[in-house]
């Protein structure tokens, strides 16, 4: 009788543990195996830059940002950057991170994302309360419309100063990689054979930021769209083109109705995958 009440008490334990199997999201490798977070920050930590690939308003991948960045830093020294700062911006940043202006005078001087607050404020505290360097390097959005409509010939007739917040001209570009040929494909022609090349100078102009701002023994963490780095290109394209012999990892995220098994689609995107819930609740 002992026996069967163990057996049934078992049995309802092992009911409600399967019941509460609720993830908020699994973590996959690039051949959709299921890894820890501990293997994925003694991989990344041997890494010279890594690019954090995010949805933008998937509160997910926010938190663990801060939570890989602040795990890396028990490992190594760092360097970090995103995309949501333009270059142009990066005296307003620096004066942040200096304590000579405050949260408010940051945002009167840069131009801030809309869920600056609550998505990157933690990730910029982060780096001012470990006196880390922050680059913002992301091409002024300026530019890109410009080139979106008039393709990279228009960067000439921009001053000196401007073609500081940019890549050094002429921009390279491969019009063949996947990433840009589906852009224009998204978007059923609409948008001509510019509108990758808008792309392109953000990926130019924030992989040309990193390597500026990357120090030798020192581990950079930037966070971008995942579009800008997945599948290896964007970003980690022309990191490659410039700096061969940098080892980069890859973060990315992805939403699927069931994150229990990783769907071919999403294999290969990156070297660790974030599979989220896609009723996952958003930022905005």
């Not at 001209?169 to 840009?180: K, R, S, T, V």
């Amino acid at each position: 009788m002992k026996q069967l009440f163990t057996l049934i008490a078992f049995i309802c334990m092992a009911t409600l543990v399967h019941a509460q199997q609720k993830p908020a999201y699994l973590l996959y490798n690039a051949k959709g195996k299921k890894v820890s977070y501990e293997k994925m920050i003694r991989v990344l930590a041997e890494k010279d830059i890594v690019l954090f690939g995010e949805y933008h308003n998937n509160p997910i991948a926010h938190w663990l940002q801060l939570e890989v960045t602040t795990s890396l830093k028990e490992k190594r020294d760092l360097v970090l950057g995103a995309e949501m700062f333009e270059q142009d911006n990066q005296e307003a940043l620096d004066l942040y991170l200096q304590g000579k202006i405050k949260a408010k005078g940051l945002d009167s001087m840069a131009r801030l994302w809309k869920n600056y607050n609550t998505d990157y404020a933690p990730l910029v505290n982060f780096a001012k309360n470990n006196q880390l360097a922050f680059a913002a390097t992301n091409v002024p959005r300026k530019y890109a419309s410009m080139i979106a409509k008039g393709g990279f010939e228009v960067l000439d007739t921009l001053s000196v100063r401007e073609k500081q917040w940019i890549a050094p001209l002429p921009i390279a570009y491969d019009a063949e990689l996947p990433g840009y040929k589906k852009m224009i494909e998204m978007m059923g022609g609409h948008g001509g054979s510019n509108l990758p090349k808008a792309q392109a100078i953000k990926d130019a102009t924030m992989a040309h930021f990193i390597l500026q701002y990357h120090k030798t023994g020192s581990l950079f963490i930037h966070y971008n769209g995942s579009y800008h780095s997945n599948n290896y290109e964007g970003i980690g394209w022309y990191l490659k083109l410039k700096r061969p012999e940098l080892k980069i990892g890859t973060i990315t995220t992805v939403s699927q109705k069931d994150v229990a098994t990783l769907l071919e689609e999403n294999k290969g995107l990156a070297d660790f995958i974030i599979c989220v819930p896609e009723n996952m609740t958003t930022t905005y």
